[in-house]
């Protein structure tokens, strides 16, 4: 049996590399660190959890992120875990995203690895 897939998605960063993290829970980790990578292959692959960064951007006019191209593949496919991390001062704008899209965890830096582990088990 294939190990489960884990998509890491770091646009800004600014972070540790949680990848060793994933890899010892149990899953094969693809990093990509852009959102148009990200889209390209989500029509390739459908990984078992997506964890990726909420980065506020005000200069959008329609939309929060560029995190909201993601989930708007992503909602196809229920199945799909999707943890996201972001800053606090952001909670209102992701609020608005966990209003249309299903996200499964939303963690705060700075936040326990005992924490991530939970967020990211199947």
Do not use: C, W
């Amino acid at each position: 049996m294939s190990k489960p897939v884990l998509l890491a998605v770091s646009e800004v960063g600014g972070y540790p590399n949680f990848s060793p993290i994933y890899e010892q829970l149990g899953f094969t980790v693809i990093a990509e660190n852009s959102m148009r990578k990200v889209l390209k292959l989500l029509k390739k692959q459908t990984p078992d959890v997506i964890v990726a960064e909420f980065n506020y951007q005000s200069d959008f006019r329609d939309r929060t992120s560029s995190l909201e191209s993601m989930m708007s593949v992503v909602q196809r496919h229920p199945e799909i875990k999707v943890v996201i991390f972001y800053d606090k001062e952001h909670e209102a704008q992701l609020a608005r995203l966990q209003a249309r899209f299903k996200i499964d965890a939303a963690l705060s830096f700075p936040f326990k690895e005992e924490q991530l582990e939970a967020a990211v088990s199947l």
